[in-house]
């Protein structure tokens, strides 16, 4: 999540015209220099201090030793992965800087354009910097392009309050609609979007209504709702792209329909569940929600051309099967068609979520590395993998997810694991495709913690939701997430030709 800007040097002194004695003026000049001194020297926490001392000791310490079994390439991109770790769970730089710092440590250290030695067969330098111009890079800028624009538009706004208003009148009906839109969006809108989006149209109801439960559970049920429906397509959230990436980098194709194959049913059970847990826990039945639905479509040019495009690429998209061409291509589509005709300018480009990019992108030149010098098989070979009954491997898989990703970003959560758990393929007789979806699919399942996901963070900075039912909920959700993920999903997956 970002952070604004400090401006406390601007405002210090609204009068700072008014004639002042010297030494008012040179008081305002030490406090403007102190504001200063703590703006451009920030202090930093232990927590992350060990973050960047030890990233860089392992780094270091990785061109000194060789590991056993492990040659200086597998080595020094050993030292690269520990530090990626400790970077990004203590976040003691931003999660996009340490995708960025991964790929050019890549480069220098163990690509064949490395500073050092390395095997006549090392991984070209493109590859890496490849990662930033990956297939599934240009899907995921296509999905911002079309979220940005439905937020520039008020598309969200206005489908927001259309599609509400068949669930107005009971208060646990109106909460099942707040949670089907805001998950409907949120798989072809950023979670953080449709959260924003959601509180936007909700938060004069939320404050009508008088503290307690009522308040709570309905504040709840957005962001539950929006981290849900993010694992119904691959733009729905970073893990899936992230999965996607390295699936791509293996060889291994899972098309758009596919993945919605293998995760809407899912969400949606998910989502039911939920909804019922919230209903119960919070919603009184006699509870009365006014909400404003008059919201309404843009009809100017630029609107239309926008709502015709955001049909023609989704449709493509569910329909890759039938045409063939590729869901990455179709996502420049929407890049192309409204930079053209000018339905978004170089300003709404400028304003992308560039630094999620950047981050997916370290992801999947992390996993690059991890597979092209030999360290996912070594990290995997100490266990007998394959005496562990796939049901069981497939649970702890997800366990780890979904621990994982509630104490640091999903994103980081799917860098970290997708990569490793795609080595165990190669032991067991689970598929490469099946251990990456569910990997991504646990992690999305992460949220019982205000700093465990953005939709969270929004919800929590209303005032509205306690730490401790954000808790509740969030491990309800996610276990039963987990269960059905590790048990039920994965029987369908083979019939449906997912995997």
């Given amino acids: 999540m970002g952070s604004v800007g400090n401006r406390d040097d601007e405002v210090l002194h609204p009068m700072a015209h008014a004639p002042k004695s010297q030494f008012t003026i040179n008081s305002r000049s030490a406090q403007t220099m ?24 392992v780094v270091l310490l990785s061109l000194f030793i ?11 991109m050993f030292g690269i992965f520990l530090a990626a770790i400790l970077l990004w769970v203590t976040e003691a730089i931003p999660l996009a800087a340490t995708a960025v710092l991964v ?3 890549e480069v220098l250290l163990v690509s064949n354009k490395a500073l050092l030695p390395v095997a006549e067969d090392a991984p070209a330098y493109t590859s890496f910097f490849g990662a930033l111009a990956n297939p599934v890079i240009i899907l995921f800028l296509g999905g ?20 509400l208003k068949p669930f107005l009148g009971k208060p646990r009906l109106t909460v099942m609609g707040v949670m089907l839109i805001t998950a409907i969006l949120s798989m072809f809108m950023s979670n953080t979007a449709t959260t924003a989006t959601m509180f936007a149209v909700m938060m004069p109801v939320i404050m009508g209504l008088p503290e307690g439960r009522a308040r709570t559970g309905i504040a709840l049920s957005i962001p539950v709702a929006a981290n849900v429906g993010g694992m119904g397509t691959p733009v729905g959230t970073p893990p899936n ?16 329909l596919d993945w919605m194959l293998a995760a809407v049913p899912l969400m949606l059970i998910v989502l039911a569940v939920s909804w019922a847990f919230i209903s119960w826990r919070y919603i009184p039945a006699d509870a009365a929600f006014d909400i404003d639905t008059s919201a309404r479509f843009d009809t100017s040019r630029n609107a239309k051309i926008f709502y015709v495009t955001s049909v023609v690429t989704i449709l ?3 329909t890759e099967a039938l045409h063939g061409i590729s869901a990455n291509i179709v996502g420049f589509l929407p890049v192309v068609v409204l930079l053209i005709f000018k339905v978004m300018s170089g300003d709404d480009l400028r304003a992308l979520d560039w630094p999620v990019l950047w981050l997916v992108a ?100 209303t005032g509205t939701t306690p730490t401790r039912e954000m808790v509740v909920v969030g491990v309800v959700v996610g276990l039963t997430g987990i269960v059905l993920l590790a048990f039920v999903a994965p029987l369908t997956w083979g019939p449906l030709g997912v995997v």
């Fill in 316 to 318: 493509l998209w569910m």
């Fill in 144 to 163: 911002f392009m079309l979220a940005d624009g439905a937020a520039k538009y008020r598309v969200d706004r206005a489908l927001s309050a259309v599609l």
């Fill in 103 to 105: 790929i050019f440590l």
């Fill in 241 to 256: 792209a992230i999965a996607l990436g390295a699936l791509d980098a293996a060889g291994i194709s899972v098309t758009f």
């Fill in 34 to 57: 102190t504001t200063r001194q703590r703006r451009d020297h920030p202090t930093i926490s232990p927590v992350k201090l060990v973050g960047q001392i030890g990233g860089a000791l």
């Fill in 362 to 461: 370290g992801g999947i030149a992390l996993g690059s590395g991890v597979g092209a010098t030999g360290l996912d098989a070594w990290m995997l070979g100490s266990i007998q993998w394959s005496a562990i009954p796939g049901v069981l491997l497939i649970l702890v898989l997800a366990l780890v997810g979904w621990v994982t990703s509630n104490v640091i970003s999903h994103s980081a959560s799917a860098n970290l694991l997708v990569p490793m758990g795609m080595g165990l393929a190669a032991t067991v007789s689970t598929s490469a495709a099946e251990i990456a979806i569910v990997l991504a699919l646990g992690c999305s399942l992460g949220m019982c913690l205000p700093i465990s996901t953005p939709p969270n963070a929004i919800a929590y900075s």
């Fill in 66 to 76: 060789e590991l056993p079994g492990l040659d200086a390439a597998g080595t020094r």
